[in-house]
């Protein structure tokens, strides 16, 4: 089991930034690789960022490469997403996602609660 807690989520203006931070606890948390995901009201689940279990390998969407750094700390067990430049089109719940089965394909079998990101213009 993984219990997965995001925070840092808030209002910020069009520009500006904000760090998300995501706490893992249960298994060891060097071994699965993490991600972001956001949804936007009205809209569908959206891919964000994955960072591998070393963190020596990093994904993003286009919608967020060049503004948007995941990275992750082994001795806090916590992953964090930087995001810059933010824009209104940011605005959704963010989760965090953890891959424990560690195959080709990522499967996400565990999420947390989401925190609540909105850009205003």
């Known amino acids: 089991q993984v219990q997965l807690v995001e925070s840092g989520g808030g209002l910020v203006q069009a520009g500006g930034s904000l760090r998300l931070s995501c706490a893992a606890s249960?298994?060891?948390?060097?071994?699965?690789?993490m991600a972001w995901f956001r949804q936007a009201p009205g809209k569908e689940h959206e891919f964000v960022a994955r960072?591998?279990?070393?963190?020596?390998?990093?994904y993003y969407a286009d919608s967020v490469k060049g503004r948007f750094t995941i990275s992750r700390d082994k001795v806090k067990n916590t992953v964090y997403l930087q995001m810059n430049s933010l824009k209104p089109g940011d605005t959704a719940l963010y989760y965090c996602?953890?891959?424990?089965?560690?195959?080709?394909?990522?499967?996400?079998?565990?999420w947390g609660q989401g925190t609540q990101v909105t850009v205003s213009s």
């Open positions: 996602a953890a891959d424990t089965k560690g195959g080709s394909i990522p499967q996400y079998n565990y």
């Open positions: 249960g298994r060891p948390f060097a071994g699965y690789a």
């Open positions: 960072i591998s279990s070393s963190g020596g390998s990093t």
